[in-house]
């Protein structure tokens, strides 16, 4: 499995990295468009939408609701300004829906409506959609800082993933996400603080700028995990393990990019709080 997982990983990351950094925004957007409404069919099947009628509905309605925000984000530039706080807002209630559950988990037994988990679906969906877009156009080096975004998630989830296996003891969210530790946390943690030290020599940022930076980019890689641990309880809700089998050894195109959902538009608030250029 773990072969498989870095095959396609290999395969995928000079694809995301060219997509990135040298597609016109304009295509940027259409490709990113066409990962998140993969990622909103396989959400239809979280949210309990087991009907192909019922799924093509929600993939329409994501269809719009991209269609509408790319509309909004072209007529006024600083609209993004006023959905990121809400956005932020939403991950934080998240933050407390997960801790009441992996606290008392007899909640996992508790009744989630249909639509309850469809409007999640389209705030994590329309979140990640204005983060990415948001970041890639962020100043002149918006392609450069969704990279290093991206990099920074493969690089916090490799960290936690092996230093979770080899140290692993004090599960992090047992009742969510039985494989994740405290260990693994801090594994993704401190790689995050070398590879912000290392970006930042090249950015020539000042002392005062290096510390924002990397607060920034930990706060970003704090909320990757919370939004993994977010998809991995509405999948546990639903009794799936994965989200979907389109990336091999990886699951669904949900399954790897539950970090981004939160991470995204975190990062670009964090940004744009701190000032940095």
């Not at 984000?73 to 559950?101: C, E, Q, S």
């Not at 990019?257 to 744009?272: C, E, K, M, Y």
Request: net charge positive; charged share 10%; hydrophobic share 55%.
């Amino acid at each position: 499995m773990l072969k498989l997982r870095i095959l396609t990983a290999l395969v995928l990351m000079p694809l995301v990295i060219l997509a990135v950094l040298w597609l016109p925004h304009r295509w940027f957007t259409v490709v990113l468009t066409a990962i998140l409404l993969l990622g909103a069919w396989e959400w239809a099947y979280i949210a309990g939408l087991k009907t192909t009628s019922r799924r093509v509905s929600f993939l329409v309605g994501a269809g719009v609701l991209f269609t509408v925000l790319t509309w909004v984000l072209h007529a006024n530039t600083n609209a993004i300004n006023y959905l990121l706080l809400p956005i932020f807002i939403a991950w934080v209630i998240a933050f407390i829906g997960v801790v009441r559950v992996n606290t008392n988990p007899a909640l996992l037994g508790a009744a989630r409506g249909v639509l309850f988990n469809i409007v999640c679906g389209y705030l994590i969906l329309a979140g990640t959609f204005i983060g990415l877009i948001g970041i890639r156009q962020y100043q002149a080096q918006g392609p450069q800082l969704l990279l290093l975004l991206l990099i920074l998630i493969w690089v916090a989830d490799s960290a936690a993933y092996f230093t979770g296996r080899a140290l692993g003891k004090h599960k992090l969210a047992v009742h969510v996400s039985p494989g994740k530790s405290w260990e693994g946390v801090i594994g993704a943690l401190l790689a995050t603080i070398v590879t912000v030290y290392i970006v930042s020599q090249y950015l020539n940022h000042t002392a005062t700028e290096q510390i924002r930076f990397q607060l920034v980019c930990l706060l970003s890689v704090a909320f990757s995990i919370l939004g993994d641990l977010t998809e991995s309880l509405f999948k546990r809700l639903a009794g799936i393990k994965d989200s979907g089998q389109i990336l091999p050894g990886h699951g669904g195109i949900m399954d790897r990019i539950d970090s981004l959902t939160a991470a995204a538009p975190v990062f670009l608030l964090g940004l744009s709080v701190a000032g940095i250029r």
